[in-house]
C-alpha cells in the first residue's frame, strides 16, 4: 500500500459535454467524488492523498469556467472542512496561492489551521499550481534563506524544504484519469520514481473500486529505484 497516493482528476470537462451539461456541472460532480476517494483511502491506510485541482495553465481556460471553478473551490472549503475535521482529515494546499482573492486565499489559510493538528491522513489539494514553479520557488526560497552562500553549493537535501510539499513522503503512486497518459506539470521533482497508473474512467465516475484495481496493479510492480531487482530485495 503507498503511503502517498497522487491523482490528476481528469475529465469532469468530458463527462458533462457527454451528458449535455454546462462545464460547470461536470467540475462539481468530481468536486463531490473527492469526499468519497479521501475516505476511500483513509480507510485503506494511505496517510498522504494529494488532488491536482488546478493547474498555473488553467488560468488559460475560458474566463466563465475559471470563475466557476473558483466559487468550486469557496463552496468546497466552506462545505467540507467541518466533516474532514471531524473525520480526522489535515488538509494543506499548495501552489501559488496569492493568486486567488483574498476570501479564498482566508478561508485556504483558516481551513489549514482548523485540521493542522489531525493525523488520519493528509489531504493535499494542489491549487494554482506548477511543478517548474515549486522547483524555481523553491530555489529561490533557499537563496532568501541562505544570502551569503551561492547556489552552485546547493543539493538536492539542501533543496527538499523549500519545495511545497516538504512536509509529505514522495507519492509512490500516480493516478490519472480521463484517458490522458502525462503528468502536466504535476510533482515534477516529487515524481522521480513514481509509479504511474492511467485509467480512462472520467474522474466523477471514479470510485473506490477503480481505486483498488490501481492498487493492486501498484502492489505487483518491482520498485528498484534505479538497482536491479536483487539488489532491491536485499
Known sequence: MPQHLA????????WAAKRGMPR???HASGARRVRQIVQACSERGIRY??????????????ADEVSSLMRLLVH??????????????????????????QRLQNLMASAQALTAHNNKITLTIAANYGGRWDMMQAVQAWQVAN??????????????PYLSMAYAPDPELLIRTG???R?????????AYTEMFFTDTLWPDFSASVLDEALVWFSARDRRFGACSQQAVS
Not at 503528468?183 to 515524481?191: A, E, G, I
Request: proline content about 3%.
Open 24 to 26: 460547470a456541472l461536470g
Open 147 to 160: 544570502p551569503s552562500l551561492s547556489v552552485a553549493g546547493m543539493d538536492e537535501a539542501a533543496m527538499r
Open 76 to 101: 468546497y472549503l466552506q462545505k467540507e472542512v467541518s466533516d474532514m475535521h471531524a473525520s480526522g482529515v489535515r488538509l494543506k494546499v499548495v501552489g501559488e496561492l496569492s493568486r486567488f482573492d
Open 49 to 62: 492523498l494529494t488532488l491536482f485541482a488546478f493547474s498555473t495553465e488553467n488560468w488559460q481556460r475560458p
Open 7 to 14: 491523482i490528476v482528476m481528469d475529465g469532469n470537462r468530458r
Open 179 to 181: 484517458g490522458e497518459s
Open 183 to 191: 503528468v502536466s506539470n504535476f510533482l515534477l521533482w516529487q515524481m
